[in-house]
């Protein structure tokens, strides 16, 4: 057998494995790569199925390449793939944090293009660590960006917001709402200008404000649909993708 074919065949195992662990399907449940995403995705995603794409397991890993090679060769004094869970009330949010010592929560991320986070952190990014901070009861986290093509690396330090913690839980307990309820979530405030618009596997659906029952009734299958492209690499707010879990 051919080496491409090998790891072919390793990554479709890969991503078939990884495939019911790597979301959440409990509406009580949610993870931090989430974090003041757009919950009407969300709740597509949940209520008819996520987009097939088994290209992801080959972007994850390259992520997680890296994340080895830093926790192994640089970080030193901590714990790698530190374990949290925050309980509240009738929902909880679960993940686990790159890494973590005395000082710093950690947050890894490759990205295809240094210049977009020069100046400053990605925003989605900085409410995900902000979570980690919360959860651990620690003040300061670093997001350590690593330039896929050239391996420079930039980071950022990140205090812990109050604000911006209760600002993310407050999104999540409105997703819930409407997973319970079954009702379609809000739009994103900036549609359709925001970047997650763009990209969208929803975006004709959420165009048109369809609900569940009326894609389900339609031609269009969840568990069919493939990303619309991989173009994350352009957009603003690019990034390794989470795999969902954490």
Known sequence: MKIADKVNNYLQEKYTK????????????FFPSGAMMCNRKEYYNRKIGRPEDPELSRIFLVGQIFHDWM???????????????????????????DY???????ELKTIKFL??????PLSHHVSQINLYLGAFN????????????????????VEFSQELYDETVAN?????????????????????????????????????????????EGTIE??????RTHGGDEQPNAGTPSNGLY
Not at 18 to 29: F, L
Request: aromatic share 8%; hydrophobic share 25%; proline share 2%.
């Open 115 to 120: 210049k977009q986070v020069l100046e400053n």
């Open 138 to 157: 620690m003040r300061f986290g670093k997001l350590v960006y690593i330039e896929k093509n050239t391996f420079q690396v930039i980071e950022h330090v």
């Open 100 to 106: 973590v010592d005395e000082k710093y929560v950690y």
């Open 18 to 29: 990884d495939k019911e662990t790597r979301n959440p399907t409990q509406n009580h449940e």
């Open 172 to 216: 999540y307990k409105l997703l819930k709402t409407g997973l319970d309820a079954d009702t379609l979530p809000s739009r994103k405030q900036e549609y359709p200008g925001h970047w997650e618009c763009k990209y969208c596997n929803w975006k004709d659906e959420c165009d048109g404000n369809k609900n569940v029952r009326e894609i389900k």
């Open 222 to 227: 969840g568990d069919n649909r493939t990303e």
């Open 71 to 97: 926790e192994q060769n640089v970080l030193s004094g901590g714990e790698a793939e530190k374990h949290f869970k925050i309980q509240l009330d009738d929902m909880e949010i679960r993940g686990r944090a």
